[in-house]
């Protein structure tokens, strides 16, 4: 089992990024999946999920700024931010869901926004 984030990185406020997740081919077809953030000091929090069918799910604090998308072909989910604030410094980690909870994790890729 296996997920890997990449698109992480330093960004001014207003910026936009590009978080990708390959995943196992084995444990990503029709899976639900998800992206988490969590800071230093906090729980880890939910941003945004998407069904095996593509149903969608935002956090009210991101909704209208990040999109969760997934390429069923390239075993591969997206979360594409826009507007990014500095609020939105976290790592994101990319979750395999079972029933609506996470049961596979990624390692996380850390997203500063900054000036």
């Known amino acids: 089992v296996q997920l890997v984030e990449s698109g992480g990185g330093l960004v001014q406020p207003g910026g936009s990024l590009r978080l990708s997740c390959v995943v196992s081919?084995?444990?990503?077809?029709?899976?639900?999946m998800a992206w988490y953030r969590q800071v230093p000091g906090s729980q880890r929090e939910l941003v945004a999920s998407?069904?095996?069918?593509?149903?969608?799910n935002y956090a009210a604090s991101v909704k209208g700024r990040f999109f969760i998308s997934r390429d069923n072909a390239k075993n591969t989910v997206y979360l594409q931010m826009n507007s990014l604030k500095p609020g939105d410094t976290a790592v994101y980690y990319c979750?395999?869901?079972?029933?609506?909870?996470?049961?596979?994790w990624g390692q996380g890729t850390q997203v500063t926004v900054s000036s």
């Open positions: 081919r084995t444990i990503f077809s029709s899976r639900d």
């Open positions: 998407i069904s095996g069918g593509g149903s969608t």
């Open positions: 979750a395999a869901l079972t029933w609506g909870a996470p049961r596979y």
